[in-house]
């Protein structure tokens, strides 16, 4: 079963976001491995909340990650 984790920061992505990551992801696998994939591949959309994960021993904050954006 093709498995795909999208973690987010939380309250960044709309649900028509979301929806269209599960989508395209899909097709992605669906044209490496064909239509057998379709109907197993699961995708997870994450939301991390504000201050939930770091880089390089930094902790990073949706202010920071949008001032860098």
Same mark, same amino acid.
């Given at each position: 079963?093709?498995?795909?984790?999208f973690?987010?920061?939380?309250?960044? +992505?709309? &649900? %028509?976001?979301?929806?269209?990551? *599960?989508h395209?992801?899909t097709?992605?696998? *669906? %044209?490496?491995y /064909?239509?057998?994939?379709?109907?197993?591949?699961? *995708? +997870?959309?994450e %939301? *991390?909340?504000? /201050?939930g994960?770091?880089?390089?021993?930094?902790?990073?904050? +949706? &202010?920071?990650?949008?001032n860098? /954006?």
């Open positions: 079963m093709p498995f795909a984790n973690k987010v920061p939380a309250g960044t +992505l709309t &649900a %028509e976001h979301k929806e269209t990551i *599960v395209r992801t097709e992605l696998y *669906v %044209e490496i /064909g239509e057998r994939a379709r109907p197993t591949t699961m *995708v +997870l959309v %939301e *991390v909340p504000d /201050g994960w770091g880089i390089g021993d930094h902790v990073l904050t +949706l &202010a920071e990650l949008q860098n /954006g």
